[in-house]
């Protein structure tokens, strides 16, 4: 008998064309499992946060943690952006997709938060990001440093001076 992975690669050889559609359960596949607990990847990037906002498990929880400033609120915004369009996925799920797929008409439909389909694993120009995406900010594409613990103003000098500034 066949396993999964077999049937699946079965399928996908006498289809015409194939439709993706990936979010968080993709992700959370590829072992990326930080958007609804604080596993021990958010802890080491999100640590200094967590530890004054410890209802925050998780990327996602994140958002409601009562921030003590808009300093605070903008570090974390930054931060968890830079994290998702920089960090790679734990597990080779996407790579085992794409050869899965490479060689077939495709096409992915996805969630913003799955920002692992927008990577070279995948290319962009086969997907279509219904919600939209976080990358349009223009800080996304840098590289950030943020500290949720140092106040200061926010965005005195525009974004590209205070993108390196501890907050």
């Given at each position: 008998?066949?396993?999964?992975?077999?049937?699946?690669?079965?399928?996908l050889?006498?289809s015409?064309a194939?439709?993706?559609?990936?979010g968080?359960?993709?992700?959370a596949?590829?072992?990326?499992?930080?958007w609804?607990?604080?596993?021990?990847?958010?802890?080491?990037?999100?640590g200094?946060?967590?530890?004054?906002?410890?209802?925050?498990t998780?990327?996602f929880?994140?958002?409601?943690a009562?921030?003590t400033?808009?300093n605070?609120?903008w570090?974390?915004?930054?931060?968890?952006?830079?994290?998702?369009?920089?960090q790679?996925?734990?597990?080779?799920t996407?790579?085992?997709?794409?050869?899965l797929?490479q060689?077939?008409?495709?096409?992915?439909?996805?969630t913003?938060?799955?920002?692992m389909?927008?990577?070279?694993?995948?290319?962009?120009?086969?997907?279509?990001?219904?919600?939209?995406?976080?990358?349009?900010?223009s800080?996304?594409?840098?590289?950030?440093?943020?500290?949720?613990?140092?106040p200061?103003?926010?965005?005195?000098?525009?974004?590209?001076?205070?993108?390196?500034?501890?907050?």
């Open positions: 008998m066949k396993n999964e992975i077999e049937q699946l690669k079965d399928v050889l006498d015409d194939i439709l993706i559609g990936a968080s359960g993709m992700s596949a590829a072992g990326m499992d930080w609804y607990q604080a596993s021990p990847v958010y802890k080491q990037h999100f200094d946060f967590y530890a004054r906002h410890p209802e925050a998780g990327i929880k994140g958002f409601y009562r921030f400033s808009e605070e609120r570090a974390y915004l930054v931060r968890m952006l830079d994290f998702i369009y920089h790679p996925p734990v597990k080779n996407y790579q085992v997709l794409k050869d797929i060689d077939r008409p495709y096409h992915i439909l996805t913003n938060q799955d920002a389909c927008l990577t070279a694993t995948l290319p962009t120009s086969k997907s279509v990001r219904f919600k939209g995406i976080g990358a349009s900010c800080l996304a594409p840098r590289r950030l440093t943020t500290s949720f613990t140092t200061g103003p926010l965005l005195s000098g525009g974004w590209n001076t205070w993108r390196n500034k501890k907050i």
